[in-house]
């Protein structure tokens, strides 16, 4: 029912940013607790960022103080501000929505899953 695309993705040097965002096709989107993962080859699935329909927001430690992520309810649109990036932050990265009203906590939510998307592919450079 929700379909969500990523885009944004790309290569740049350590140090750089990069900014990714995720366009959710449902109206009703403002009500989804929204969240960012990552998944580099061969390693685990981590939780990146979160944000609830409230505007609460959770990091991971490994992100804290570099990344941002934000919502924009009009254009149904999430986005992830990845700033001093280094190469361990290589990995492609997903968005994901979440059951309504669910909050954000450990870079992630508190809910069931609703849906994911393809993913965007980031690369960091030494």
């Known amino acids: 029912q929700v379909r969500l695309t990523e885009s944004g993705g790309g290569s740049v040097p350590s140090g750089g940013s990069l900014s990714l965002s995720c366009v959710i096709s449902?109206?009703?989107?403002?009500?989804?607790?929204m969240s960012w993962w990552r998944q580099a080859p061969g390693k685990e699935r981590e939780g990146v960022a979160s944000i609830d329909s409230d505007g609460g927001t959770s990091y991971a430690d490994s992100v804290k103080g570099r990344f941002t992520i934000s919502r924009d309810h009009a254009k149904n649109t999430l986005s992830l501000q990845m700033n001093n990036l280094k190469p361990e932050d290589s990995a492609k990265y997903y968005c994901?929505?979440?059951?309504?009203?669910?909050?954000?906590?450990?870079?992630?939510?508190?809910?069931?899953?609703?849906?994911w998307g393809q993913g965007t592919l980031v690369t960091v450079s030494s």
């Open positions: 994901a929505a979440w059951a309504p009203l669910a909050s954000a906590v450990d870079a992630s939510c508190d809910g069931d899953l609703e849906a």
């Open positions: 449902k109206y009703t989107a403002s009500t989804y607790c």
